[in-house]
């Protein structure tokens, strides 16, 4: 078989085939129109083909998506166009003959292997040799699934997760039958699509469904002690809905029965399902975010139980290689809803503890996999950066999907170790910083410590230079730094493009600094770098600054801050490589001298974001005085430390303190009272 190049950003992928135009979807249930609702939005031109041997079931399936659709439309989440594209070229048939012109063939039945089989055989005698089978399984093995076929080479599981139209992540499987190019072809068109794929290997229950299904399981399990509320409240500390919550919300006993039985039969005992999920209905519990009364030694026994079957089945996984540590992480995230990644988890409360609860947990349930290494192997990974190379350029990938890329402490100190370790290899030219999907490169930094900092400006000004230390080190990085805008870049995500030394962009990427309408000054270098790198759009940046004005990648490029558009986001990365080898022998200091700007005009009386939003005049007032005086400093490392200073000053103020508090309770900030 034909070797390939292996990236972890899908986007590097080149394809050997377009997107789909033809879709079919056998099974008429929930997921199957749901997996039809995301592909239809994202795919416009897409020709659906829906299959059940139901008429009344195709048809409740058709009436669904196009309800999907207008509510959409009446959500302003779908134009008036895109949701008429949704609900065209759909077709519903009892007749595996629709199916002949497909692309792309998802089945989506009950979990029952003989009939899925069937199902395969009867779809590979009708459809295209060209054409992709794939199930979405939960549990069962692809090679069970698909060894039969004549051409099992173009099959695989492609397991998605409710509801598949709004959760992002999908697991792919990579068996010993699957070309490989078809499998890089699945996690290039699911990213492109906007979803997370995941390869998995070809396990029983493959990685993430180990985690939730035992997790469920072991809630179960514990019902001789404890009710369904008081345990989904215990666990509440690691999910943001209990495991009963999410039952009931999904219908899910059955699965549990199907999963477990199935994991029961080819890893052991130790993993039956709970006598309880074959007579149990509806969960009696809790909505996210109740309380129950719960005797605290009770509310351990329930916590010490979920994290030993949590633990046991990371590090079975990462022993297994079934999965990554990196998917496993953010997998849970995604697909479950877990507040942190286990392996996270893992970290944070330390070896010691882990052990204890795992020798705890094999105790209870002994045969459940205990770790083969040192707690601290499984967890001294990359969490939110992927890294890649093309021609001798390291690209960096900021992958935090769940929350559009945003920058954090750690995230920084990832891009930070990664330039630092290859600066000095004379095998890399230099590197280019990216974020991953189509939306986002950096949708800002996240609030952290900040809020506990208000009204005290030293603190504060020391914690704008702390989360600079990624930025000064690009300062002085002695080799290229690229940043590829592949959607918007906000707030420090755009401080962080404009201190790479060059910029590329697709054409609808955009740039805001969002930090006034929080009532507080852009804190690490916004305030005087894009002056000094491009006075002469200094009032660009004034409205950027103080009115929260949108730049679109178009005028940015005609300012001269972008180097290179391009109209596809699969040509972005090979541009910004391209920049880097064309920036290696250029110097790209920051110019020390002072810059001469434009005058600031602003509406001190009633100041307006150019959305039409009141702001803080007090704010702009800090912020105005700090550009003029950046400006007109005699070094840049001055420049900075009066931006410092002035995000320090606007931390004091009742609007900053305003801002953030309505930011963190989701409402609208009030600065007609603030000032």
Known sequence: MQKYKKFNNPILIQPTRELPKWVGIIGAGTIGPDIGYYLKSAIPELKLVLIDINQEALDKAVDRICAYAEKGRSRGKLSDEQADKVQENILASTDYQALAYCDWVIEAASEDISLKRKIFSDVEAIVKETTIITSNTSSIPAERLFSHLQHPQRATVTHFFAPAFRNPAVEIVRWEKADGFIIEYLRWLFYVTDKMPMITKDAVCFMLDRIFDNWCNEAALLLEKASPAQIDYASSSFVHAGPFFVLNLANGNPIIIETNSLQTEIEGEHYTPAEVFKTAGTWDTIKPGEKVELDSSLEQEIKDRLLG??????????????????????????????????????????????????NKFSKTKPGMPLPNQAISTYTNFRRFILLDELDGVKIITI?????????????????????????????????????????????????????????????????????????????????????????????????????????????????????????????????????????????????????????????????????????????????????????????????????????????????????GQRLSAEVIDIMCKAINKAASASSFNDALQIGYEAFGDSACTAAAKEGISSFSEGRKPDFEKTG
Not at 309 to 314: T, Y
Not at 401 to 407: Q, R, T, V
Not at 457 to 464: D, F, H, N, P, T
Not at 574 to 590: R, S
Request: net charge negative; charged share 25%; aromatic share 6%.
């Open 309 to 358: 079957i949590l633990f046991s089945q990371s590090v079975d996984i990462l022993d297994r290689e079934i999965g990554n540590p990196e998917d496993l992480d953010l997998g849970s995230r995604l697909a479950f809803a877990f507040k942190q990644g286990p392996l996270e988890l893992m970290r944070e409360i330390g070896e010691k503890e882990c052990t204890r609860i795992l």
């Open 399 to 611: 992958r935090r999907p769940d929350a559009m890329n945003a920058l954090h402490d750690e995230i920084n100190d990832e891009i930070l170790e990664t330039l630092k370790q290859y600066e000095d290899d004379p095998d890399v030219t230099g590197f280019v910083i990216s974020g991953y999907g189509m939306r986002a490169f950096s949708a800002g930094a996240d609030i952290g410590k900040f809020p506990t900092m208000l009204g005290d400006k030293q603190q504060s000004i020391e914690y704008a230079q702390t989360c600079s230390r990624l930025l000064s080190y690009l300062d002085t990085c002695k080799k290229p730094v690229v940043a590829a805008l592949n959607g918007m870049a906000l707030g420090g995500g755009l401080e962080l493009a404009i201190r790479c030394h060059g910029i590329v962009a697709v054409n609808d990427a955009w740039m805001q600094f969002p930090e006034i309408t929080l009532g507080i000054a852009p804190g690490i270098g916004g305030m005087a770098v894009p002056y000094r790198r491009w006075p002469e759009a200094s009032s660009v940046f004034h409205n950027m600054l103080i009115k929260a004005e949108k730049l679109t990648a178009d005028k940015a490029s005609e300012l001269g801050m972008i180097n290179t558009l391009v109209d596809k986001h699969m040509n972005l990365i090979p541009a910004g490589a391209w920049l880097v080898k064309d920036l290696a022998e250029k110097q790209h200091k920051i110019r020390d001298e002072p810059v001469t700007i434009a005058p600031i005009l602003r509406e001190v009386n009633e100041p307006l974001s150019t959305q």
